[in-house]
């Protein structure tokens, strides 16, 4: 589970955690990996302080892992981010890296880490974390947008190399949810993050952590391909209706 410090990434692993699951938990932030720690029972949690962009990094992680997490069957990669909102023309270069070092090349990292033992095994469940801009433009999305159409395409061109290997692919789509995700992007402007969220009722982490609950749950025979989840006052992108044409 990457990006576990936080958001749609916390929530799901405190989720299969519940169920049972032991769960690695990778992140950058090891003081928020604690925490996670300390509201899940049991020791089912193995808190892992790696940054996804790191390839080597990456790799040494999952060799090493112990006896009792060394199995996985499952890898959620959530691990990405959003920096700067506006034009093209007008973006720094450091955020678009930052956004494709994290959100393309921190996934490619983790597949790359764990398929081979996937694939021996002749089971388990790729869920990659994707969103709604990579189908729906919006202003201002432009570079994060195209990250996420890349995890998109991943994900379908996965499913295609490991067809007759037992390894199922999904990927999930998600709109507006309130998590940290808009304080990231606007450097930890408070104010411009809560307006992104005025008079709109957004998804939850933990909805996002019961599509995944509920992919995985499936029987073997069982693909999910794709989720798109919005909330229900989000037409598409990140349009909203007013209060006054919601009401027709």
């Not at 003081?31 to 790696?50: A, H, I, N, T």
Request: hydrophobic content about 45%.
């Amino acid at each position: 589970m990457t990006g576990a410090s936080s958001g749609f990434g916390r929530a799901t692993a405190r989720r299969l955690a519940s169920q049972g699951r032991p769960v690695v938990a990778v992140a950058r932030r090891m003081d928020r990996l604690k925490e996670l720690c300390d509201e899940v029972p049991d020791g089912r949690v193995l808190p892992l302080e790696v940054d996804v962009r790191d390839q080597d990094a990456v790799a040494e992680a999952f060799a090493l892992l112990p006896d009792d997490f060394a199995d996985v069957e499952v890898v959620v990669n959530n691990a990405g981010l959003s920096r700067g909102f506006g034009p093209v023309q007008s973006a720094a270069v450091h955020q678009w890296r930052e956004m494709v070092d994290t959100n393309v090349m921190g996934q490619l990292h983790c597949l790359q880490a764990v398929l081979p033992h996937l694939i021996a095994s002749g089971s388990g469940h790729i869920v990659n974390i994707g969103s709604v801009a990579a189908v729906y433009p919006y202003t201002g999305g432009n570079v994060y947008a195209a990250t996420k159409a890349f995890t998109h395409q991943l994900s379908l061109g996965l499913r295609t190399d490991l067809e007759g290997t037992g390894v199922r692919v999904t990927c999930i789509a998600p709109g507006m949810a309130r998590t940290g995700f808009a304080l990231v992007r606007f450097d930890g402007d408070q104010e411009r993050a809560d307006a992104l969220y005025r008079d709109v009722d957004p998804l939850t982490a933990e909805d996002i952590a019961e599509a995944v609950s509920w992919c995985l749950a499936q029987p073997a025979r069982v693909n999910v391909n794709m989720i798109e989840i919005m909330p229900t006052s989000q037409p598409f992108g990140l349009g909203f209706r007013s209060p006054t044409t919601a009401k027709g």
